[in-house]
């Protein structure tokens, strides 16, 4: 006692002092919240609330769909201007529409086709969205289209595919049938139509969904191909394009390569992601 008294400390209070800093941790008191701590607990608990907000702003379709490269910022826009500037105004004409579509051919593929219907021609380009490349150009006179059929898609009863939506098929020989080799050559560029169908980017907005509109599609052309006819008739054929509406039929039975490449968007410009070890 006389040596607590000597130090200037009395005994009760050293005890105090030492109960309290051997006392637990939880029955510590903290701190009083400076303005800096009180903005970073607030950012804390904003952040969860901004990642809930962020992973539910796109469905699982939906960022499936950004794997197009034609999504892509100005990609689109430098395509059409690509395309236009091999438009031959002497043969073509003008530029009265421009369409983004998926061709569907003989053997149930599909592929990305960029479209044009000017004053006498439907273009049809095949367009490399990586690499910004015209690869090939189909040039189909609208005085020659006899037929234009829209509906469903049909298979042979026996055949294992299946197809959903409708597409439109164009016809320009009438009298022409395919023939036995091209119908089995799934690579033949010989047959007397093509078939489209809407792409599947087209309910990602409305700017894509009139790009894609194959309803809309299928007027246009009408109208295009019909005017065709009577400022230039086509001698020995009738004037005038006949649209039917019936199940469109195509003859492929097990189509193994069309099930793996239209599973996997092989007929487009997709981003396939990282391939390595």
């Not at 006899?146 to 959903?164: A, C």
Request: glycine share 6%; net charge negative; hydrophobic share 40%.
């Amino acid at each position: 006692m006389a040596e607590a008294e000597e130090a200037g400390v009395p005994a009760g209070e050293e005890q105090q002092h030492q109960a309290s800093s051997s006392s637990d941790p939880e029955d510590s008191q903290p701190a009083a919240p400076t303005p800096d701590t009180k903005e970073r607990a607030a950012e804390g608990r904003a952040a969860p609330s901004q990642l809930g907000a962020f992973s539910d702003e796109l469905s699982p379709d939906e960022f499936k769909m950004k794997r197009f490269f034609v999504l892509r910022p100005g990609t689109l826009n430098q395509a059409i201007k690509d395309i236009e500037a091999l438009v031959d105004k002497e043969v073509d004409g003008n530029v009265l529409s421009v369409w983004l579509m998926a061709e569907v051919d003989h053997w149930n593929n599909e592929k990305e086709r960029l479209a044009l219907i000017t004053d006498n021609s439907l273009l049809v380009f095949k367009y490399d969205f990586v690499m910004f490349n015209c690869e090939q150009i189909q040039r189909i006179p609208l005085n020659f289209v006899d037929r234009i059929t829209h509906g469903t898609f049909s298979f042979p009863k026996r055949s294992v595919l299946q197809r959903e939506g409708e597409g439109v098929r164009v016809f320009w020989d009438r009298l022409r049938e395919p023939s036995f080799t091209s119908k089995w050559n799934p690579f033949a560029t010989d047959l007397p139509f093509i078939t489209f169908t809407s792409h599947p980017v087209r309910s990602i907005s409305n700017s894509f969904a009139n790009l894609c509109d194959i309803q809309n599609f299928r007027e246009k052309l009408k109208d295009a191909s019909q005017r065709a006819h009577t400022m230039k008739p086509v001698p020995g054929k009738a004037n005038g394009v006949l649209v039917l509406n019936h199940p469109i039929l195509i003859e492929a039975y097990v189509g193994l390569m069309s099930f793996l490449g239209n599973q996997n968007k092989l007929g487009y410009c997709v981003a396939r992601g990282n391939i390595g070890f």
